[in-house]
């Protein structure tokens, strides 16, 4: 396995979601109102990249393998 450094802090957004429609089962409202959107339960973050040379994967000869495949490929 290789160690790939991580930031110590990634760049992160904020998702909020909020239903089409709030009915539910029946169609009906359901008791109490609307439901309020989903805060703070969902954050996306990235995008995070790390170039993947031979020189870098050279402890991991399946990665490496692996990396020189794709490279072949990549046009």
Known sequence: MIS???PERL????LVLAAD???RGGGTE???G???PL?????LGG???AVLTEEFTAGDAELKAFVAQEAATAS
């Not at 805060?39 to 954050?43: D, H, K, Q, T």
């Open 4 to 6: 790939v450094r991580v």
């Open 47 to 49: 995008p995070l990249t």
């Open 39 to 43: 805060e703070g339960r969902v954050v």
């Open 21 to 23: 429609s709030p009915a």
């Open 11 to 14: 760049s992160e957004r904020p």
């Open 30 to 32: 359901p008791a109490g």
């Open 34 to 36: 609307a439901e309020p």
